[in-house]
T-cell receptor
Framework: DAGVTQSPTHLIKTRGQQVTLRCSPISGHKSVSWYQQVLGQGPQFIFQ???????GRGNFPDRFSARQFPNYSSELNVNALLLGDSALYLC???FGTGNTEAFFGQGTRLTVV | QKEVEQDPGPLSVPEGAIVSLNCTYS??????FMWYRQYSRKGPELLMYTYSSGNKEDGRFTAQVDKSSKYISLFIRDSQPSDSATYLC??????????FGRGTSLIVHP
């Protein structure tokens, strides 16, 4: 069975640019959550989408936005990139709205220069 | 004070040792407690979760939750070099927004 897939795996962007990260959940999972993991820290929750609606939002600026498509895949957009946005961006999927049995993808490593 | 505190380590143990990993928390609304394992440059992998207080066992892994002390533990029996990874605790209350610890780096040497 395919797990959570994220693309791209690595990305280098320049300050001020915009980036779009993509996530495909496990088949049958309707919830997708996005996390930012800075080196040496645990993942920080950014967004959760369930059935194409935003169900939760973490403490991130409006430069961060996301959406979920009818096939439950999701995109995370970050505008006006800052050096501090450099991190591993993780996507997790789960069947319901809870995160207790969430499965993570391998992540997208974003470097902002 | 952070909502979830976790010692980053590293914790170095010999193969076969019993490992104890811990987290403390301050938010009494947390009801779900998860443990993840994360290998270098990989996404976290769910090991197990518990609801409220008590113990849960899965193979060599045992999770304990003491809500009165706001303290959770993960025990690994007969540790193996392949257990070397970062272990993350995570907690969730009614908001569906999980809060992660910073992770403890575990090294099991042969």
């Amino acid at each position: 069975d395919a797990g959570v897939t994220q693309s791209p795996t690595h990305l280098i962007k320049t300050r001020g640019q915009q980036v779009t990260l993509r996530c495909s959940p496990i088949s049958g999972h309707k919830s997708v959550s996005w996390y930012q993991q800075v080196l040496g820290q645990g993942p920080q929750f950014i967004f959760q989408y369930y059935e194409k609606e935003e169900r939760g939002r973490g403490n991130f600026p409006d430069r961060f936005s996301a959406r979920q498509f009818p096939n439950y895949s999701s995109e995370l957009n970050v505008n006006a990139l800052l050096l501090g946005d450099s991190a591993l961006y993780l996507c997790a999927s789960s069947f319901g709205t809870g995160n207790t049995e969430a499965f993570f993808g391998q992540g997208t490593r974003l470097t902002v220069v | 004070q952070k909502e979830v505190e976790q010692d980053p380590g590293p914790l170095s143990v010999p193969e076969g040792a019993i490992v104890s990993l811990n987290c403390t928390y301050s938010n009494s609304a947390f009801q779900y407690f998860m443990w993840y394992r994360q290998y270098s440059r990989k996404g976290p992998e769910l090991l197990m979760y518990t609801y409220s207080s008590g113990n849960k066992e899965d193979g060599r892994f045992t999770a304990q939750v003491d809500k009165s002390s706001k303290y959770i533990s993960l025990f690994i029996r007969d540790s193996q070099p392949s257990d070397s990874a970062t272990y993350l605790c995570a907690m969730e209350g009614g908001s569906y927004i999980p809060t992660f610890g910073r992770g403890t780096s575990l090294i099991v040497h042969p």
